[in-house]
């Protein structure tokens, strides 16, 4: 088992900086990929942002150049800066953790991210 424990979310004013942060701890496997997905309300859960172990990233479309996802592997931690925030970012963020072909994944609780107008 592996338990994602997210951090860092809050309430902030639009063009306003967040950073997330996950703790990955329990039987970690690797590689992995390890992620940031966020859900809105009345919306399906989507992508956020990936990075590898070895440190390729993959953003979504609607973050590109305002989010930085990375990891420090020594300390099993991923990390989401998001920089110039804007209301439509407002969810609860997701970590996820899954090997690379996707067979073992695991999520955390969730962390929400609130941006005013």
């Known amino acids: 088992q592996v338990r994602l424990v997210e951090s860092g979310g809050g309430l902030v004013q639009a063009g306003g900086s967040l950073r997330l942060s996950c703790a990955a701890s329990g039987s970690i496997f690797r590689p992995n990929v390890m992620g940031w997905y966020r859900q809105a309300p009345g919306k399906q859960r989507e992508l956020v942002a990936t990075i590898t172990s070895g440190g390729s990233t993959n953003y979504a479309d609607s973050v590109k150049g305002h989010c930085i996802i990375s990891r420090d592997n020594a300390k099993n931690m991923v990390y989401l800066q998001m920089n110039s925030l804007k209301p439509e970012d407002t969810a609860v963020y997701y970590c996820?953790?899954?090997?690379?072909?996707?067979?073992?994944?695991?999520w955390g609780q969730g962390t929400q991210v609130t941006v005013s107008s």
């Open positions: 996820n953790v899954r090997s690379p072909v996707g067979l073992i994944e695991y």
